[in-house]
């Protein structure tokens, strides 16, 4: 596994994550732990205080008296970590165990009678004070605070030993679950590295498109790929059309100059109309080619002063007639289009309209328009009031060299670009008459 990869940020980023989680668990249920541990600890502390009590006797004169030997043997053993104290109010000692020789302890000095103090003393001690006050038969008060203390290693060792166990335990499910998220990583990718596959398929050319059952997600992806595949492909296929037209459309001018080598000193003149008639070819040519080459872009254009550039350079092409352009386009409308493809589009029909027209050209633009089932983001009609298009041709125009108007300049070639683009755009090209104008009215839908 490459450390740029996918699969390793995502297996790194989920160990991170466990790490940090466990180690939050961890200091948690440690302090879970010492809380139940000392809470369990004070009880039995408190039950070593109510036997002291049940062991202690007191005498006529308010003498406190304790047996010798214990129900608990750690009292009577010095050192065992578990001390026993009656003190007076007064703190003076009344009483220590044999384990609490050399030792002492103060109560709190807020101890109420009949309350108990949980604590931690000094000495790193739990301790538990309980005060009570006897009555003797003389009617006589006595107040002793009776004390209870156990050396906080015995928690200590507790709560090390749960830790130990515990990191040990968290140690063991840390691992197994970066194996199981590995294992659910390596699932969860699958559709990404065939994905991946059947693009260098692609590439190697043992697949035309990508055609697997691929997630949800991947779907769309799936989609734009193969638009772009292909449109790459078109892409090829057109550039290896204009070259083959643009070989033909030199066979002339080179047929010519051949004919001219001979004598160039008599021929200077068809020389020269005949290279600049062959640059003419190879710039339109790569025009062309540029046009045709951009299908998909990111790159958006402002529909309304693109054709208004247009209406500007075709009204000037065309002052002689006289022609009244009536447009009808929104302020503005955002198109996903390239440029010049909109420019080749509406130039062309445009161009058209102010050539065949009589004296007005009609140009409308709207947005959101709908096509059947489908919807276009932009619709840009063309009409005029010319003779117009028999219906028989509508369809015949469309193809390359094939011209309405044979008397009229030109050679068949604009309005197949129009059609050309607009499918590679997955717009829709109608043609038809025009009910206000009664010339030809032309209709292209663009996504």
């Not at 996918?6 to 940090?20: I, K």
């Not at 030993?161 to 294992?183: C, E």
């Not at 062309?288 to 000037?316: C, E, H, L, M, Y």
Request: net charge neutral; with cysteine; proline share 2%.
């Amino acid at each position: 596994m490459q450390t740029n990869s996918l699969s390793f940020r995502l297996l790194v980023s989920a160990a991170f994550v466990l790490a940090t989680f466990f180690a939050l668990v961890s200091i948690v249920l440690e302090q879970s732990f010492r809380e139940s541990a000392e809470q369990a600890l004070k009880e039995k502390l408190q039950v070593h205080v109510y036997s002291l009590l049940s062991a202690a006797e007191m005498d006529e004169n308010g003498g406190l008296k304790m047996p010798f030997s214990l129900p608990e043997p750690r009292f009577s053993t010095p050192g065992s970590g578990l001390y026993a104290f009656i003190q007076q109010k007064d703190k003076v000692i009344a009483w220590r165990s044999s384990s609490a020789i050399g030792l002492n302890v103060v109560f709190p000095a807020d101890l109420i009678s009949g309350k108990t103090v949980f604590v931690t003393n000094e000495h790193g001690r739990y301790a538990l004070h309980y005060d009570v006050i006897w009555q003797t038969v003389n009617k006589q008060e006595h107040e002793y605070v009776f004390t209870v203390a156990e050396d906080a290693l015995f928690v200590q060792n507790q709560v090390n030993q749960f830790n130990s166990s515990l990191r040990v335990w968290l140690l063991i499910i840390g691992i197994i679950l970066i194996f199981l998220q590995f294992a659910v990583m390596r699932w969860s990718l699958k559709p990404l590295r065939i994905i991946v596959k059947d693009l260098e398929d692609v590439e190697n050319g043992a697949k035309a498109s990508l055609d697997g059952n691929y997630s949800t997600e991947l779907q769309g992806l799936a989609s734009n790929m193969n638009a772009l595949i292909t449109s790459e492909r078109a892409l090829q296929e057109r550039y290896r059309h204009t070259l083959a037209d643009l070989a033909h459309n030199l066979k002339m001018p080179l047929s010519i100059l051949r004919g001219c080598v001979t004598n160039i000193s008599e021929n200077t003149e068809t020389v020269h109309e005949q290279i600049d008639r062959m640059n003419q070819i190879v710039e339109w040519q790569l025009q062309r080619a540029a046009a045709k080459g951009k299908q998909k872009t990111t790159r958006t254009i402002d529909v309304p002063t693109v054709i208004n550039k247009i209406i500007s350079s075709v009204a000037k092409a065309y002052f002689e007639k006289g022609i009244t352009f009536e447009a009808n386009m929104p302020d503005k409308l955002t198109l996903y289009c390239d440029e010049g493809d909109l420019y080749e589009i509406a130039g062309n029909l445009i161009d058209n309209a102010g050539k065949f027209c009589y004296r007005k050209v009609k140009v409308s633009v709207a947005a959101n328009a709908r096509r059947g089932r489908k919807k276009f983001t932009c619709l840009l009609q063309v009409e005029d009031d010319g003779l117009g298009i028999p219906e028989g041709k509508l369809e015949k125009i469309l193809e390359r060299g094939v011209r309405a108007d044979l008397n009229t300049h030109g050679h068949g070639i604009g309005m197949a670009v129009v059609n050309e683009l607009t499918g590679q755009l997955e717009g829709r090209l109608e043609g038809g008459r025009s009910a206000e104008l009664g010339g030809v009215k032309w209709k292209v839908f663009l996504p």
